[in-house]
């Protein structure tokens, strides 16, 4: 494409829910974190090189790569918390949390192997509140 010479109506996508066409062979469950896989959503999982996109909105399950879509809402959510070494405390909040699972996540990126969550926002005896969402 060649730069404008005229105005333009570019389209904008307004709110926190987007939509993501969901990974080959993939079941993402309504209420988890999802992530971004070369692209496709999918829940999350302890991987590097993963994007946090979000909570899943709805159940979705793809047969074939970008066969459904996954209505995801970036914000701040309440996550598990992980254990021992991993637990995420109160003096952790503000720092980048990582992910363990599609409702886990940890203080550490367990030796590089661990995609960012997101920003931890606060703590519950329950849980880890992140915020969370891609280009966030």
């Avoid at 066409?21 to 590097?48: E, F, H, I, M």
């Avoid at 992980?82 to 952790?92: I, N």
């Amino acid at each position: 494409m060649a730069a404008l010479t005229a105005p333009r109506n570019t389209l904008e996508r307004v709110g926190p829910i987007n939509a993501f066409l969901v990974k080959a062979n993939t079941t993402v469950q309504q209420g988890s974190l999802v992530v971004l896989d070369a692209g496709y959503a999918a829940p999350g999982r302890t991987a590097a090189g993963l994007i946090a996109a979000g909570r899943a909105e709805s159940s979705v399950t793809a047969v074939a790569a970008g066969s459904a879509q996954v209505p995801v809402k970036a914000g701040t959510f309440k996550f598990g918390n992980s254990t021992a070494a991993d637990l995420v405390t109160q003096a952790d909040v503000g720092a980048d949390c990582y992910i363990v699972d599609d409702q886990t996540v940890a203080k550490t990126s367990g030796g590089a192997t661990r995609s960012i969550a997101g920003k931890i926002i606060a703590i519950d005896s329950d849980g880890v509140w992140v915020k969370v969402g891609a280009g966030l």
